[in-house]
């Protein structure tokens, strides 16, 4: 079956470590994002990518880094400049037709600061 | 400019009960596009229904029911005789311009718990 595949589902870090969640997607889309998500909230944009090789900063960037090597995976990099990373990340992804078809997203990685 | 505004944060019911989730938005395109989206306990938001700009006819599916009306800008949805089943967050969400990107807009959702 297609669809998005975020791994790994918990994911605890020590302070000032770096640490990549995983986003790989088989539905073929062109498009793919990163949001975050803190508890009572809604979601934040932090990277998306519209093609291989190229991606462009949401609304919360700072701290984060992305790679978009193969159309199928989007990692998402946590770095020790993140101050406060402890929240619910989720990917989507979706392909680019112009009719806006929505967004298939993953499960979710709960990233936990210890 | 797009926004998409859930004025509610959160709503309790008690099973069997109606439940309506309001979700307004602005945008200046002509042709866009509205989406529900359920994001249970378990975290994965899950698509329920999505709605062209030009089809303002109300749809039904099972218990669920959506009301476009493009006059107020609103895209609001109803569940009828309410479960436990339905407790999670719902998102609504527009297409952002320019639409040949295929980016949403989201709600900063609106949390349902029903009790039994």
Same mark, same amino acid.
């Given at each position: 079956?297609?669809?998005?595949?975020?791994?790994?589902?918990?994911?605890?870090?020590?302070?000032?470590?770096?640490?990549?969640?995983?986003?790989?997607?088989?539905? !073929?889309?062109? =498009?793919? @994002?990163?949001?975050?998500?803190? #508890?009572?909230? *809604?979601?934040?944009?932090? &990277?998306?990518?519209?093609?291989?090789?190229?991606?462009?900063?949401?609304?919360?960037?700072?701290?984060?880094?992305?790679?978009?090597?193969?159309?199928?995976?989007?990692?998402?990099?946590?770095?020790?400049?993140?101050? !406060?990373?402890? =929240?619910? @990340?989720?990917?989507?992804?979706? #392909?680019?037709? *112009?009719?806006?078809?929505? &967004?298939?997203?993953?499960?979710?990685?709960?990233?936990?600061?210890? | 400019?797009?926004?998409?505004?859930?004025?509610?944060?959160?709503?309790?019911?008690?099973?069997?009960?109606?439940?309506?989730?309001?979700?307004?938005?602005?945008?200046?395109?002509?042709?866009?596009?509205?989406?529900?989206?359920?994001?249970?306990?378990?975290?994965?938001?899950?698509?329920?229904?999505?709605?062209?700009?030009?089809?303002?006819?109300?749809?039904?599916?099972?218990?669920?029911?959506?009301?476009?009306?493009?006059?107020?800008?609103?895209?609001?949805?109803?569940?009828?005789?309410?479960?436990?089943?339905?407790?999670?967050?719902?998102?609504?969400?527009?297409?952002?311009?320019?639409?040949?990107?295929?980016?949403?807009?989201?709600?900063?959702?609106?949390?349902?718990?029903?009790?039994?």
């Amino acid at each position: 079956d297609g669809g998005i595949t975020q791994s790994p589902k918990y994911l605890f870090r020590k302070e000032g470590q770096n640490v990549t969640l995983s986003c790989e997607q088989n539905l !073929n889309h062109d =498009a793919m @994002y990163w949001y975050r998500q803190d #508890p009572g909230q *809604g979601l934040r944009l932090i &990277y998306y990518s519209q093609i291989v090789n190229d991606f462009q900063k949401g609304d919360i960037a700072e701290g984060y880094s992305v790679s978009r090597e193969k159309k199928e995976s989007f990692p998402l990099t946590v770095t020790s400049a993140q101050k !406060n990373p402890t =929240a619910f @990340y989720l990917c989507a992804s979706s #392909p680019i037709t *112009g009719s806006n078809y929505g &967004y298939t997203f993953g499960s979710g990685t709960r990233l936990t600061v210890v | 400019a797009q926004k998409v505004t859930q004025a509610q944060t959160e709503i309790s019911v008690v099973e069997k009960e109606d439940v309506t989730l309001d979700c307004v938005y602005e945008t200046r395109d002509t042709t866009y596009y509205l989406f529900w989206y359920k994001q249970p306990p378990s975290g994965e938001l899950v698509f329920l229904i999505r709605r062209n700009s030009f089809d303002e006819q109300n749809e039904i599916s099972g218990r669920y029911s959506w009301n476009f009306q493009k006059s107020t800008s609103s895209f609001n949805f109803t569940i009828t005789a309410s479960q436990v089943v339905d407790s999670a967050v719902y998102f609504c969400a527009l297409s952002e311009p320019p639409r040949d990107t295929d980016k949403l807009i989201f709600g900063t959702g609106t949390r349902l718990q029903v009790f039994p």
